[in-house]
């Protein structure tokens, strides 16, 4: 059974394979190469469902999609839906020195990655959310992960985003905990019972 997985972001589709893993067994994840859609809702989940929904309108197949960003408690939820493209130009750097800038030096540094899942197949539509809570540095930390990931510091732990290892960050981002919540779902819809 195909899968679309509905982004044309390269670091979502390495980061999702690495996610989903065992649990694509049975079902072949394909790249997405239509159009964009404009993603235009005002909720992580209903620009989910608009990416699915368009990947599956393209291709004919069931189709996921995801919608991620970070909410900054004392930016009321900034950047939020617009995180990747809060500087207006969709470069990491950019929207990661704003979102510092705008904070300044106030101490309230709550913060928490979201990310919305959502399977697209034949009149059927179902979305997870996963957060992820945590801080906002004073200044980037570490090389690794992509986006806001130098300067989000998850709760409990006393690093950055960016200096877990991929395998440590996948076992506990936003987005390892929407796709999990969803996974079984697609599995019930797209595999045959076994038996």
């Known amino acids: 059974m195909q899968l679309v997985l509905a982004t044309h972001n390269a670091h979502k589709v390495e980061e999702l394979r690495r996610i989903l893993g065992a649990a694509l067994d049975g079902i072949d994840l394909i790249g997405y190469d239509g159009p964009e859609p404009v993603e235009d809702g005002d909720t992580f989940e209903a620009n989910a469902l608009i990416k699915a929904r368009a990947a599956h309108a393209h291709t004919g197949l069931p189709a996921i999609a995801d919608d991620s960003g970070i909410s900054v408690d004392a930016l ?92 440590e960050k996948n076992a506990i981002s936003h987005r390892a905990r929407a796709f999990a919540a969803i996974m079984p779902v697609v599995r019930a819809r797209l595999l045959p019972p076994a038996g």
């Open 76 to 167: 009321g939820g900034a950047p939020g839906i617009r995180s990747a493209r809060y500087a207006g130009s969709r470069v990491d750097r950019d929207n990661l020195e704003l979102l510092l800038a705008n904070l300044g030096q106030t101490d309230d540094r709550a913060a928490r990655f979201f990310c919305a899942a959502a399977l697209v197949a034949d009149g059927f539509e179902h979305v997870e959310l996963g957060v992820w809570p945590g801080t906002v540095l004073r200044e980037p930390a570490g090389v690794g992960g992509f986006g806001y990931d130098p300067i989000f510091r998850p709760l409990g732990l006393d690093v950055s985003a960016a200096e877990l290892t991929a395998d």
